[in-house]
C-alpha cells in the first residue's frame, strides 16, 4: 500500500524532528525518524496493527511514550493524519 502524509502530518513530525535535535540532539532525531519507519512498514504490512483512534476509522500507533501516529486506511493507500505529543491535548 501506498503511504501518504496529510499537509498536517508532515508540518507536525517536522515540528517533533527539531525539536528533538534543539533539545536532544541530530542522533536522537535520527532515532526517531527510524523508528517511525519502522511502524509505517508495519503499517503497510498490517494495516490494523495499531488500535482504533477515539476518531471513527482512525488510528492510533504510540511510536515513542511522547509521540504518536494517527493513520487512516483508504482502498489503495495509508494516509498519515498526524503526528501528536502524547502529553497534548488532542482529540485522538
Excluded: G
Amino acid at each position: 500500500m501506498l503511504i501518504i502524509w496529510a499537509p498536517v502530518a508532515e508540518i507536525n513530525y517536522n515540528k517533533i524532528l527539531r525539536y528533538i535535535i534543539k533539545n536532544w540532539s541530530v542522533n536522537a532525531a535520527i532515532e526517531f525518524d527510524k523508528k517511525t519507519n519502522v511502524f509505517l512498514s508495519h503499517i503497510v504490512n498490517n494495516n490494523k496493527i495499531c488500535p482504533k483512534s477515539n476518531i471513527t476509522n482512525f488510528r492510533k500507533c504510540v511510536i515513542t511514550s511522547q509521540s504518536s501516529l494517527i493513520y487512516r486506511i483508504n482502498k489503495s493507500s495509508i494516509e498519515i493524519i498526524d503526528v501528536i505529543s502524547n502529553y497534548s491535548q488532542h482529540k485522538y
